[in-house]
């Protein structure tokens, strides 16, 4: 018993200018003939360029995320968070001062920190908790180291005497992971997108 093979059907050429019909004596030939060919290499040149950057710039990221310490990722995520407290608190006063914001620290975003109430080296269980940190003025959070006493007035005032109580009181210590700090950097960057969502 004898197959038939069976022949490759007629293809127009993708050249433009060219258009002749052809049968294809290779798989995946688009051209009729080398000409033809020799037209359409800059448009298959530009799509590998771009495919062989795209895939630099992914191996390179790779082995940067690979040489990242967990410092690396703790500055990360702090970044995250910090930018997350300040947009939360944008139209509020600094929380120790009560000074406001002018309209061009709400664009630049140059004067206001996002003061720790606890600090991070007294109690670094609570670096991440939304509740111990706010929007303070630069004078205050630096030059006056967090001006605490003012702050703890007006943080009873804005979250509540049980709040505050809650955040003197005792906290299980921990320690973050990787895992852990990639996380927070993730749900504080998403978080920050829908505050930016919701002012646009």
């Not at 030059?143 to 702050?151: H, Q």
Request: proline fraction near 5%.
């Amino acid at each position: 018993m004898t197959i038939e093979r069976k022949l490759p059907k007629p293809k127009k050429c993708c050249v433009a200018s060219c258009g002749v019909s052809f049968v294809p004596s290779r798989m995946g030939q688009a051209v009729c003939s080398p000409a033809c060919a020799a037209l359409d290499a800059p448009r298959h040149r530009e799509k590998a360029h771009k495919a062989i950057n795209q895939r630099k710039r992914r191996e390179i990221k790779v082995r940067k995320e690979k040489l990242k310490t967990r410092g690396d990722y703790m500055r990360e995520a702090q970044a995250e968070f910090n930018t997350y407290i300040r947009l939360r608190d944008q139209h509020l006063p600094c929380i120790s001062c009560d000074s406001l914001p002018s309209d061009h620290d709400l664009i630049t975003g140059s004067r206001w920190d996002a003061g720790h109430y606890r600090s991070v080296g007294a109690c670094p269980e609570l670096r991440f908790e939304p509740l111990n940190v706010h929007r303070q003025c630069v004078k205050c959070n630096r030059n006056l180291s967090g001006n605490a006493v003012e702050y703890r007035i007006r943080l009873v005032q804005r979250i509540g005497a049980d709040r505050v109580a809650w955040l003197e009181g005792p906290h299980q210590a921990c320690k973050h992971t990787i895992d852990d700090l990639k996380a927070i950097k993730a749900e504080y960057r998403a978080k920050i997108k829908q505050l930016k969502e919701a002012a646009a």
